[in-house]
């Protein structure tokens, strides 16, 4: 995909949504972390369903930990791999305590160090959280960097670097949520809905797909 297609597809897609934002659901900082790190290989909607039992009750490190473990996977057990992340978020509330007056770090290296949290996790909550310019490539993104010709990699991160050098700079905010959304809703895994898709003109893929 060349600069100007690139720049129309970005600008499409804003027009369609000026201020997307992510599914998952939260009102604070942790909120956002504790739902990333739940969310991995699960939809949003399913960590929804259980964040919306557990923030009234617990949602903060220290509220987390009064839990303890078992207390916790009670109210996570409907999410896929519970017992791990259950492990990692509470290991995640005891740094966030002992090494950060339990708050959220605001650097890459503090939100990595911590467990169960990856590169994507924090690209989420530096983007999100903190409105930093990161690019989390998920399964989505990943798709739609390479059947779009966008931002061709055989690696998630080599999509990101890709997305970080070819975004225009004035959609680089918002980008990462009008790729996930494009690929969730539009560009999707089996079967592209090309014929539904506000920005086909601009995509490389070939052959487009026709209406059903």
Same mark, same amino acid.
């Given at each position: 995909?060349?600069?100007?297609?690139?720049? @129309?597809?970005?600008?499409?897609?804003? $027009? $369609?949504?000026?201020?997307?934002?992510?599914?998952? /659901?939260?009102?604070?900082?942790?909120?956002?972390?504790?739902?990333?790190?739940?969310?991995?290989?699960?939809?949003?909607? +399913?960590?929804? &369903? $259980?964040?919306?039992?557990?923030?009234?009750?617990?949602?903060?490190?220290?509220?987390?930990?009064?839990?303890?473990?078992? #207390?916790?996977?009670?109210?996570?057990?409907?999410? *896929?791999?519970?017992?791990?992340?259950?492990?990692?978020?509470?290991?995640?509330?005891?740094?966030?305590?002992?090494?950060? *007056? #339990?708050?959220?770090?605001?650097?890459?290296?503090?939100?990595?160090?911590?467990? +169960?949290?990856?590169?994507?996790? !924090?690209?989420?909550? =530096?983007?999100?959280?903190? *409105?930093?310019?990161?690019? !989390?490539?998920?399964?989505?993104?990943?798709?739609? *960097?390479?059947?779009? +010709?966008?931002?061709? #990699? &055989?690696?998630?991160?080599?999509?990101?670097?890709?997305?970080?050098?070819?975004?225009?700079? /004035?959609?680089?905010?918002?980008?990462?949520? %009008?790729?996930?959304?494009?690929?969730?809703?539009?560009?999707?895994?089996?079967?592209?809905?090309? %014929? =539904?898709?506000?920005?086909? @003109?601009?995509?490389?893929? &070939?052959?487009?797909?026709?209406?059903?």
């Amino acid at each position: 995909m060349k600069p100007p297609a690139i720049a @129309a597809f970005f600008a499409t897609l804003k $027009a $369609a949504n000026p201020q997307p934002v992510t599914e998952l /659901e939260y009102t604070s900082v942790f909120e956002l972390l504790t739902a990333v790190l739940l969310s991995a290989q699960a939809t949003d909607v +399913g960590v929804n &369903k $259980a964040t919306r039992k557990l923030f009234p009750v617990a949602n903060t490190p220290q509220k987390i930990l009064a839990l303890g473990l078992d #207390g916790l996977e009670s109210y996570i057990k409907t999410i *896929g791999l519970y017992r791990s992340k259950a492990k990692h978020l509470m290991q995640t509330c005891r740094m966030l305590v002992d090494q950060h *007056g #339990g708050q959220v770090p605001r650097s890459r290296e503090a939100l990595e160090a911590l467990p +169960g949290v990856g590169r994507k996790t !924090a690209n989420v909550v =530096l983007n999100s959280a903190f *409105g930093e310019p990161t690019m !989390a490539v998920d399964t989505h993104i990943f798709r739609v *960097g390479n059947r779009t +010709g966008l931002a061709p #990699g &055989k690696t998630p991160y080599e999509v990101e670097m890709q997305l970080l050098k070819r975004v225009p700079a /004035e959609y680089l905010i918002d980008a990462h949520h %009008w790729l996930i959304l494009h690929g969730r809703y539009v560009c999707q895994a089996r079967k592209p809905q090309c %014929w =539904l898709c506000g920005v086909a @003109a601009y995509c490389d893929f &070939k052959p487009k797909t026709a209406a059903p």
